[in-house]
């Protein structure tokens, strides 16, 4: 009796160990973070571009197009503490490395991460990273333990012909606009301009104090090694603008402004360029395929113009 239990119960949790075991091994190797990092690992022999950030550089910078060999770790969510602790990780290893782009949103100095977030934990599954972590749970080692909905999602996507693997290319940037908000409107302006809620908040009286101490500890290491630093702020739709608070944008603009002058850096700052259409953005704060190809020529140009 007991053994027809057991093995009835086995039926039914062999399919759901092996889902999930297949889930595992799917965000292990096809997930953007994990495209990103292999590719860095394979040509750190020739990369002397570096760019890190979060979304706003994950989907506004396309690597391939910036002329010199370039490689991408910025992902959505990460924050600047993250693209310290990557670049330590990382510099070492490029011998060829010549610049580093870190993308400067004002919303980057206001946020930081969470100890249960799904990046937290991803990160030390990953990297071995242990940020904010003690490194003991096992949601730090298993990315399905972190966040079985996100790994289920990811997994499902690939079979359904939008998944990451389609969308991503070798080194890492995702260039597919399919399936975004403002598609999803037919680029209404009208319905995009009164749908819009600003997700980022601006409330943390220390933010932008200890996240320019860790961007300072950025540029110091890369200078310290020869290498220049770029700081570079992307375009957003007039609907974010409108909703970014005065203050905090300009206490992030005058300081690095500050930054920028005290360690002779580029500030190319296009947060509030208008010549950036409805068209361009798949959403109110990241730019679309179209909108990157855009911004990454103009970027590539003032780059070399300033060599």
């Known amino acids: 009796m007991y053994g027809k239990a057991i093995w009835k119960v086995m039926l039914f949790v062999s399919p759901v160990l092996a889902l999930l075991i297949a889930a595992e091994v799917y965000c292990r190797t096809h997930i953007a973070a994990v495209t990103r990092m292999a590719y860095v ?18 989907d506004a910078i396309d690597p391939a197009a910036l002329g010199n060999p370039a490689a991408t770790l910025a992902l ?31 919303h980057r100095f206001y946020y930081d991460l969470q100890p249960d977030s799904w990046n937290t ?10 940020y904010m972590s003690p490194g003991a749970a096992l ?25 990451l693997p389609a969308s991503i290319s070798r080194l890492g940037f995702m260039w597919v606009d399919t399936g975004t908000r403002f598609s999803h409107l037919h680029y209404d ?3 995009i301009d009164t749908s819009f809620h600003m997700k980022h908040t601006f409330r943390a009286a220390d933010g932008p104090a200890i996240n320019l101490q860790r961007l300072q500890g950025i540029i110091e ?5 020869g290498v220049n630093i770029v700081l570079v702020c992307a ?24 930054m920028a002058a005290k360690y002779h850096l580029r500030y190319i700052d296009h947060l509030t360029d208008t010549t950036y259409a409805v068209h361009h953005f798949r959403d109110d704060d990241h730019l679309n395929a179209t909108g990157a190809a855009r911004f990454t ?3 590539r140009e003032e780059m070399e113009l300033n060599r």
């Open 189 to 191: 302006t009208a319905r």
């Open 121 to 130: 934990n991803m990160y030390h599954a990953l990297y071995g990273i242990d």
């Open 297 to 299: 020529a103009m970027l």
């Open 221 to 225: 290491l890369c200078q310290g090694r």
């Open 76 to 106: 959505g969510g990460q924050p600047l503490h993250v693209d310290q602790l990557l670049l330590l990780r990382v510099i070492g290893k490029l011998p060829r490395l010549r610049t580093v782009v870190i993308e400067v949103s004002p």
């Open 235 to 258: 375009p957003v739709y007039r609907t974010y603008l409108r909703q970014l608070p005065p203050s905090a944008r300009a206490r992030v603009s005058r300081a690095l402004s500050d």
């Open 139 to 163: 949601a730090h080692h298993s990315l399905v333990a972190a966040d079985t909905r996100q790994c289920l999602m990811l997994f499902f996507h690939s079979f359904a012909g939008h998944g």
């Open 41 to 58: 690992q394979k040509h750190a022999a020739t990369i002397e571009i570096l760019i890190l950030g979060d979304s706003h550089a994950q």
